[in-house]
């Protein structure tokens, strides 16, 4: 596998306008005779959709809810980091560019990360002009709040429900180049293969998860963003139809797949409540702007929160990292919550969890300002545990939130199969093995509005395609694939039903490749996933028909790519030597219990090759070298 | 607890349907709504028999995704709650429940409790947004907003988009969904060129889908997971009156788009 | 104008025409009240009432025209948008339970069918006398006495003037929000003007039969 990052020459800050005044250009006449698939409409999705067609190509769009608004962009909720340094304190392209290569512990590309500190601005000029109603001043002016692994306030938000305004608006723009013809949605449409011709990404089979039909769309480019692969935990801040689906069937196809076990546990969610959970519940990380983590300084402390004293709490992130406290990367506050758990002082059922308190926050600006704040999390929060966090600390817990892996792709967000585009949080993107808060938003609209809009030209406008459509064989051939795949799982017709094997394999992942891995857990499930697997095959049962709605058999294919994926995470978190960021491997940590990383050895991306049907990937290497910053070990003390 | 359900089950789009009654008989109260369906679910499958068939996905209230009537009401009994975000707490052991698809003859049914509301996506293509073609932006702090402005903005902005409103209103109409499109983008100044054709646009597209008209029954605002207040229907109003007085027409207008 | 055509094809549209029309009855209503009214200071002012208007001659046939043409848009308007709300909600739920929709909001219909049949009745009974054995041309006052002598007659009378109270008390405040008049301010202002004039109109009207089977009317 070759794996060329076409990284541009000289100084960081020239990387990307050199770049672009290199990039080959599409005439406006031109555009319009090619073809762009974009499957997914999250922000990535269909901000890269709207704006492609705005430039002239016919877009075909795909998502697998019945509106591109639901994609799982809208669940996002603390806020979007931008280097606008409006509250001039000290902000910077290159301030937000080294925050978020040092949250990411050095495992990301510097000018990758550079270009997207760069482009941060533009995004909120453009989601302004669309009617994003970000917070504001009394002045009128744009509000900021701050965010963990940051000491300047960059985040912009609207509520605690910025996700959803930024996918609004890149809604927006989608529906109106849909309302013009530009873009053709094809929405309840699961895309289930990739199909290439002659080594080329040409298109894409899905199916109309209303009829069952079994669809070919052939194109001159394909775009993934269809998001990340939290749920191969089971439970997760993720909606439940997030999938590794369509990534993995590229990977089978020869993407490569990057860095799989840089998976990020967010540390203040609603704890597990029984074993019928669903979903975990994510509090936004602003809450940590106010919000005070402690637990009882007292093992097995059984008092209830309002008993206990100052003087008997321990504020452990305020202790143990001074300079960030409470607002300490994931990472760090997610394991030093494990820790106090696993110390026996952890608090509520299970004593899985640990308070996030307001009181001092309300003691200081009024219960009304907090309201303001937070009121939506608050709401959400009292709705779920039926307690007033008002009164009474909210009980938090870490959980699997974000996935930092994902299809390798170059410079131009193209894999390393020529034609497929990868953006969003569906690329190994720029956040190396830890993401910061408010910077996935960022990212997923800086590819689809201001960095693939350019980039895919260069490849269109590159060497001539031949034309292809859908009565190509490698479409027939495709959904032969896809339609036996559906058949046998109908067939199987065992005894369990799909979602207990997603538990299964769930508690196998958080238990042995979650917070904390080690060689013996991580063998343990590499051990026992095959073996789940293999029960699948066997033993699954998949209710109805193919012809119809069935989303029975829709879960089935998605969890049957999980339980392949899985073994592919843990392979890369075994291989991995070494901790960093979200991976933490428990042989390698510092004499207090900090990730302890190895970059004379690890400081590369890790990339996956499928080498067939039942034999085990191959890894690649893409080295790492840093020009432009010095590897420092992370502290935030 | 123990509950009995009555569920409306149907095969597909133009078949007909019909409630039949289960017993959920371990049911937490701090399980969800749908985690308590999910159970039931579980059930069925041992059962041989098919899943109830529901639209579902973030379950954190927000992608609008959840729709089912409980009860006779939109998103069930708690006030400003979505389904999923509804909890067993909110029943009495023993109860019976009845779960409906959302009704409207422009939400067709898909199957169970799934309906088709795509109709939705065809009003905002047809006007609700603001055309701002990217990288077409001036700074974010180049237009000042009052705050006030901006939050009442914010509040229509809060739609999820989930049509309760359309599946509690006794008229089936859609308005004070369109509205709160409408409401939002005519409170920002970015949204004022456009908004004649907006409005014209987004209530031409409305009808054509065969929604109802408004009698102000407000059933619509109390069955909103996000509390969008009947406030924004009567402002849509003046916005189409205040369109039709500016006599730009549409068709002209329509030119512009795209 | 094809503004004004392509407003009245609205669902809004339809709304606005029945707000506007509303408000039309609701001035003659007024008057109509003032007038009728006059009967309790003496029968004989509403006939120097009556024949008052009768002097205006042809103007008189205008604005009766115009009044039947407002009543017309109303109740084509409201037909439409009947039919078009039941299309639009075919099926009713198994447990269908209202929440806030008022009684008032809910009968805004079948009230209105109510007043349409009583409009026609009326005007059959005293304007042109056809249900009136020993109506009098221009004795209205005493028409008046002699319609409401019949109990049952005056009863309807009361029975309509509480769907016409019914039907303005929301009709009225849905006006105000159909024409877009909204401001968060005078939200209890725009109730209070509605129950005002559907008490006043609908009240002031009803003493007339209610007075008339007391025997209060002589
Ligand atoms: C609860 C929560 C809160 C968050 N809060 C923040 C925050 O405050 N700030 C921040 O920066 N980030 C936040 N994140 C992360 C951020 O929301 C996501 O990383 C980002 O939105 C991903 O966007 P995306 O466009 O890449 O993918 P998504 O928004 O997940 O979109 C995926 C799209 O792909 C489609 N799709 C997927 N598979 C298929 C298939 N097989 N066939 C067809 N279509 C398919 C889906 O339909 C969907 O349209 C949060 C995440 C969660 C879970
Ligand atoms: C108890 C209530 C009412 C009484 C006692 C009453 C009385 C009268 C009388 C006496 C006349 C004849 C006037 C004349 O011929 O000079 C009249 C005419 C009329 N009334 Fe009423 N009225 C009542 C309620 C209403 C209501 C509720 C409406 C409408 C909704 C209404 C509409 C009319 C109309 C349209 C005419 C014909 C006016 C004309 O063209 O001359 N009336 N009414
Ligand atoms: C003639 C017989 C009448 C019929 C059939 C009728 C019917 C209706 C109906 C069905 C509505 C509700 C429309 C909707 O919101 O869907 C309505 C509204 C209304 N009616 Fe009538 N009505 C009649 C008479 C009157 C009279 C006599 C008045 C006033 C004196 C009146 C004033 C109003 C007003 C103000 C509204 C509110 C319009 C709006 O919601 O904007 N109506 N009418
Ligand atoms: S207005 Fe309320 S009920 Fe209607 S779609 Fe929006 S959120 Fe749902
Ligand atoms: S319930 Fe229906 S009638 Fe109007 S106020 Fe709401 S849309
Ligand atoms: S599932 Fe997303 S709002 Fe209910």
């Given at each position: 596998?070759?794996?060329?990052?076409?990284?541009?020459?000289?100084?960081?800050?020239?990387?990307?306008?050199?770049?672009?005044?290199?990039?080959?250009?599409?005439?406006?006449?031109?555009?319009?005779?090619?073809?762009?698939?974009?499957?997914?409409?999250?922000?990535?999705?269909?901000?890269?959709?709207?704006?492609?067609?705005?430039?002239?190509?016919?877009?075909?769009?795909?998502?697998?809810?019945?509106?591109?608004?639901?994609?799982?962009?809208?669940?996002?909720?603390?806020?979007?980091?931008?280097?606008?340094?409006?509250?001039?304190?000290?902000?910077?392209?290159?301030?937000?560019?080294?925050?978020?290569?040092?949250?990411?512990?050095?495992?990301?590309?510097?000018?990758?990360?550079?270009?997207?500190?760069?482009?941060?601005?533009?995004?909120?000029?453009?989601?302004?002009?669309?009617?994003?109603?970000?917070?504001?001043?009394?002045?009128?002016?744009?509000?900021?709040?701050?965010?963990?692994?940051?000491?300047?306030?960059?985040?912009?938000?609207?509520?605690?429900?910025?996700?959803?305004?930024?996918?609004?608006?890149?809604?927006?723009?989608?529906?109106?180049?849909?309302g013009?013809?530009?873009?053709?949605?094809?929405?309840?449409?699961?895309?289930?293969?990739?199909?290439?011709?002659?080594?080329?990404?040409?298109?894409?089979?899905?199916?109309?998860?209303?009829?069952?039909?079994?669809?070919?769309?052939?194109?001159?480019?394909?775009?993934?963003?269809?998001?990340?692969?939290?749920?191969?935990?089971?439970?997760?801040?993720?909606?439940?139809?997030?999938?590794?689906?369509?990534?993995?069937?590229?990977?089978?196809?020869?993407?490569?797949?990057?860095?799989?076990?840089?998976?990020?546990?967010?540390?203040?969610?609603?704890?597990?409540?029984?074993?019928?959970?669903?979903?975990?519940?994510?509090?936004?990380?602003?809450?940590?702007?106010?919000?005070?983590?402690?637990?009882?300084?007292?093992?097995?402390?059984?008092?209830?929160?309002?008993?206990?004293?100052?003087?008997?709490?321990?504020?452990?992130?305020?202790?143990?990292?001074?300079?960030?406290?409470?607002?300490?990367?994931?990472?760090?506050?997610?394991?030093?919550?494990?820790?106090?758990?696993?110390?026996?002082?952890?608090?509520?059922?299970?004593?899985?969890?640990?308070?996030?308190?307001?009181?001092?926050?309300?003691?200081?600006?009024?219960?009304?300002?907090?309201?303001?704040?937070?009121?939506?999390?608050?709401?959400?929060?009292?709705?779920?545990?039926?307690?007033?966090?008002?009164?009474?600390?909210?009980?938090?817990?870490?959980?699997?939130?974000?996935?930092?892996?994902?299809?390798?792709?170059?410079?131009?967000?193209?894999?390393?199969?020529?034609?497929?585009?990868?953006?969003?949080?569906?690329?190994?993107?720029?956040?190396?093995?830890?993401?910061?808060?408010?910077?996935?938003?960022?990212?997923?609209?800086?590819?689809?509005?201001?960095?693939?809009?350019?980039?895919?030209?260069?490849?269109?406008?590159?060497?001539?395609?031949?034309?292809?459509?859908?009565?190509?064989?490698?479409?027939?051939?495709?959904?032969?694939?896809?339609?036996?795949?559906?058949?046998?799982?109908?067939?199987?017709?065992?005894?369990?039903?799909?979602?207990?094997?997603?538990?299964?394999?769930?508690?196998?992942?958080?238990?042995?490749?979650?917070?904390?891995?080690?060689?013996?857990?991580?063998?343990?499930?590499?051990?026992?996933?095959?073996?789940?697997?293999?029960?699948?095959?066997?033993?699954?049962?998949?209710?109805?028909?193919?012809?119809?709605?069935?989303?029975?058999?829709?879960?089935?294919?998605?969890?049957?790519?999980?339980?392949?994926?899985?073994?592919?995470?843990?392979?890369?978190?075994?291989?991995?030597?070494?901790?960093?960021?979200?991976?933490?491997?428990?042989?390698?940590?510092?004499?207090?219990?900090?990730?302890?990383?190895?970059?004379?050895?690890?400081?590369?991306?890790?990339?996956?090759?499928?080498?067939?049907?039942?034999?085990?990937?191959?890894?690649?290497?893409?080295?790492?070298?840093?020009?432009?910053?010095?590897?420092?070990?992370?502290?935030?003390? | 607890?123990?509950?009995?359900?009555?569920?409306?089950?149907?095969?597909?789009?133009?078949?007909?349907?019909?409630?039949?009654?289960?017993?959920?008989?371990?049911?937490?109260?701090?399980?969800?709504?749908?985690?308590?369906?999910?159970?039931?679910?579980?059930?069925?499958?041992?059962?041989?028999?098919?899943?109830?068939?529901?639209?579902?996905?973030?379950?954190?209230?927000?992608?609008?995704?959840?729709?089912?009537?409980?009860?006779?009401?939109?998103?069930?009994?708690?006030?400003?709650?979505?389904?999923?975000?509804?909890?067993?707490?909110?029943?009495?052991?023993?109860?019976?429940?009845?779960?409906?698809?959302?009704?409207?003859?422009?939400?067709?049914?898909?199957?169970?409790?799934?309906?088709?509301?795509?109709a939705?996506?065809r009003i905002i293509a047809a006007g609700g947004?603001?055309?701002?073609?990217?990288?077409?932006?001036?700074?974010?702090?180049?237009?000042?907003?009052?705050?006030?402005?901006?939050?009442?903005?914010?509040?229509?902005?809060?739609?999820?988009?989930?049509?309760?409103?359309?599946?509690?209103?006794?008229?089936?109409?859609a308005?004070?969904?369109t509205?709160?499109?409408v409401?939002?983008?005519?409170?920002?100044?970015?949204?004022?060129?456009?908004?004649d054709r907006r409005a014209l646009a987004m209530v031409r597209q409305m009808d054509a889908e065969d929604f109802?008209?408004?009698?102000?029954?407000?059933?619509?605002?109390?069955?909103?997971?996000?509390?969008?207040?009947?406030?924004?229907?009567?402002?849509m109003?003046?916005e189409l009156?205040?369109a039709t007085?500016?006599?730009?027409g549409l068709a002209?207008s329509e030119?512009?788009v795209? | 104008?094809?503004q004004?055509a392509a407003l009245w094809q609205s669902t809004i549209g339809?709304?606005?025409?029945?707000?506007?029309?509303?408000?039309?009855?609701?001035?003659?209503?007024?008057?109509?009240?003032?007038?009728?009214?006059?009967?309790?200071?003496?029968?004989?002012?509403?006939?120097?009432?009556?024949?008052?208007?009768?002097?205006?001659?042809?103007?008189?046939?205008?604005?009766?025209?115009?009044?039947?043409?407002?009543?017309?848009?109303?109740?084509?308007?409201?037909?439409?948008?009947?039919?078009?709300?039941?299309?639009?909600?075919?099926?009713?739920?198994?447990?269908?339970?209202?929440?806030?929709?008022?009684?008032?909001?809910?009968?805004?219909?079948?009230?209105?069918?109510?007043?349409?049949?009583?409009?026609?009745?009326?005007?059959?009974?005293?304007?042109?006398?056809?249900?009136?054995?020993?109506?009098?041309?221009?004795?209205?006052?005493?028409?008046?006495?002699?319609?409401?002598?019949?109990?049952?007659?005056?009863?309807?009378?009361?029975?309509?003037?509480?769907?016409?109270?019914?039907?303005?008390?929301?009709?009225?405040?849905?006006?105000?929000?159909?024409?877009?008049?909204?401001?968060?301010?005078?939200?209890?202002?725009?109730?209070?003007?509605?129950?005002?004039?559907?008490?006043?109109?609908?009240?002031?009207?009803?003493?007339?039969?209610?007075?008339?089977?007391?025997?209060?009317?002589?």
């Open positions: 596998m070759k794996l060329d990052a076409k990284m541009p020459g000289g100084p960081l800050e020239e990387k990307w306008d050199r770049h672009k005044a290199d990039l080959k250009l599409v005439s406006p006449a031109n555009k319009r005779k090619f073809h762009v698939i974009v499957v997914g409409s999250g922000l990535a999705g269909a901000s890269a959709a709207a704006s492609m067609a705005e430039l002239g190509y016919q877009v075909s769009c795909f998502c697998f809810q019945d509106s591109p608004r639901r994609a799982h962009s809208i669940a996002a909720q603390g806020g979007i980091n931008a280097a606008k340094n409006y509250p001039n304190d000290g902000d910077s392209v290159w301030r937000l560019f080294y925050d978020t290569i040092k949250g990411g512990d050095f495992r990301s590309r510097e000018g990758n990360t550079y270009r997207l500190a760069q482009v941060s601005a533009n995004i909120i000029d453009q989601c302004v002009a669309q009617g994003v109603p970000f917070a504001r001043e009394y002045g009128g002016m744009l509000a900021n709040r701050s965010f963990g692994g940051a000491q300047v306030s960059r985040t912009f938000y609207a509520r605690g429900q910025t996700g959803q305004q930024l996918l609004i608006g890149a809604y927006q723009a989608l529906e109106r180049v849909i013009t013809g530009a873009v053709k949605m094809y929405t309840r449409h699961e895309m289930l293969e990739l199909v290439t011709v002659d080594g080329r990404a040409r298109g894409i089979v899905a199916r109309d998860l209303i009829t069952g039909q079994m669809e070919s769309f052939a194109g001159d480019a394909v775009v993934l963003a269809t998001g990340g692969y939290g749920n191969v935990f089971f439970l997760s801040t993720n909606a439940k139809g997030c999938n590794v689906t369509a990534a993995y069937r590229a990977f089978k196809k020869g993407a490569g797949f990057a860095n799989p076990c840089f998976t990020q546990i967010h540390p203040t969610c609603i704890p597990v409540s029984g074993d019928y959970q669903s979903k975990l519940t994510l509090m936004s990380e602003s809450l940590r702007n106010d919000g005070r983590v402690w637990v009882p300084k007292a093992q097995g402390d059984q008092r209830a929160p309002g008993d206990i004293p100052d003087s008997e709490r321990d504020y452990y992130l305020e202790r143990k990292y001074p300079a960030f406290g409470n607002l300490s990367p994931r990472d760090i506050a997610s394991r030093a919550a494990k820790e106090a758990c696993d110390d026996g002082r952890g608090v509520g059922p299970g004593g899985r969890g640990v308070y996030l308190d307001f009181a001092s926050a309300i003691a200081r600006l009024g219960e009304p300002t907090i309201r303001e704040r937070y009121g939506n999390l608050f709401e959400m929060y009292e709705r779920i545990t039926d307690e007033n966090p008002y009164r009474r600390p909210m009980r938090i817990y870490p959980a699997v939130h974000y996935t930092m892996g994902g299809l390798w792709v170059d410079y131009n967000l193209m894999s390393n199969l020529p034609g497929l585009h990868v953006i969003g949080e569906a690329n190994f993107s720029d956040h190396g093995a830890n993401r910061l808060g408010a910077s996935a938003l960022m990212q997923g609209l800086a590819d689809g509005y201001f960095i693939l809009p350019y980039t895919i030209g260069n490849y269109l406008g590159g060497d001539k395609l031949p034309a292809v459509d859908t009565s190509h064989p490698a479409f027939r051939e495709a959904e032969e694939r896809a339609t036996a795949q559906l058949t046998r799982l109908l067939a199987i017709n065992g005894t369990r039903s799909v979602d207990s094997f997603h538990k299964e394999l769930g508690h196998i992942m958080w238990e042995d490749c979650g917070m904390a891995r080690d060689r013996a857990g991580l063998e343990r499930a590499l051990q026992r996933i095959p073996e789940l697997r293999a029960e699948f095959w066997e033993n699954v049962k998949v209710p109805g028909a193919a012809a119809t709605l069935n989303q029975s058999l829709e879960k089935a294919g998605r969890v049957a790519d999980f339980l392949e994926f899985g073994e592919l995470l843990c392979r890369d978190a075994l291989v991995r030597e070494e901790s960093c960021g979200g991976h933490f491997r428990t042989e390698y940590q510092t004499p207090d219990g900090e990730a302890e990383r190895n970059d004379a050895e690890f400081a590369h991306v890790s990339v996956w090759e499928s080498a067939g049907e039942g034999k085990p990937a191959v890894m690649h290497k893409e080295p790492l070298d840093f020009e432009f910053v010095h590897l420092a070990t992370r502290s935030y003390k | 607890m123990k509950l009995t359900l009555k569920i409306w089950r149907q095969s597909g789009p133009d078949v007909a349907g019909s409630f039949l009654t289960y017993q959920a008989n371990n049911v937490s109260e701090h399980m969800s709504f749908l985690e308590m369906l999910d159970v039931v679910n579980e059930e069925l499958l041992e059962l041989g028999q098919e899943p109830i068939a529901f639209d579902h996905d973030c379950r954190e209230g927000i992608c609008g995704m959840c729709s089912m009537v409980i009860n006779g009401t939109a998103h069930g009994p708690r006030p400003a709650t979505t389904v999923c975000q509804l909890h067993m707490r909110s029943f009495a052991d023993g109860d019976t429940v009845v779960i409906e698809p959302w009704r409207a003859h422009a939400f067709p049914v898909i199957r169970d409790l799934v309906v088709d509301r795509s939705f996506d947004f603001i055309t701002a073609p990217t990288g077409s932006a001036q700074d974010a702090n180049g237009i000042l907003i009052p705050k006030q402005d901006s939050d009442l903005a914010m509040d229509a902005a809060a739609c999820i988009g989930c049509g309760a409103c359309v599946a509690a209103c006794p008229n089936g109409s308005m004070l969904f509205a709160a499109k409401s939002h983008l005519a409170l920002l100044p970015q949204g004022q060129p456009e908004r109802g008209g408004c009698t102000f029954f407000g059933e619509c605002e109390a069955v909103c997971p996000k509390s969008i207040s009947i406030q924004n229907i009567a402002r109003n003046g009156i205040r007085l500016h006599n730009r002209a030119a512009g795209g | 104008m094809n004004v339809k709304k606005v025409a029945m707000a506007l029309t509303g408000v039309i009855m609701i001035l003659f209503l007024i008057s109509h009240t003032i007038s009728n009214d006059l009967i309790f200071v003496n029968p004989h002012h509403l006939d120097s009432y009556g024949a008052w208007l009768r002097s205006f001659g042809p103007l008189l046939w205008i604005a009766r025209a115009g009044l039947l043409i407002t009543v017309v848009v109303h109740i084509v308007a409201a037909s439409q948008l009947t039919i078009r709300a039941r299309n639009a909600r075919p099926a009713t739920y198994d447990k269908r339970e209202y929440r806030v929709a008022t009684y008032a909001a809910r009968t805004m219909r079948w009230g209105g069918v109510l007043l349409a049949v009583f409009i026609v009745f009326h005007i059959l009974h005293f304007t042109t006398g056809t249900f009136l054995p020993g109506w009098q041309e221009g004795k209205v006052g005493a028409n008046v006495m002699l319609g409401f002598s019949s109990t049952p007659v005056a009863i309807f009378y009361v029975i309509a003037m509480l769907a016409l109270g019914l039907h303005l008390s929301h009709g009225v405040w849905a006006a105000f929000q159909t024409l877009g008049i909204n401001h968060p301010a005078y939200r209890g202002l725009r109730r209070g003007i509605a129950w005002t004039l559907a008490i006043v109109i609908a009240g002031g009207l009803a003493t007339i039969p209610i007075a008339a089977m007391l025997g209060l009317l002589k």
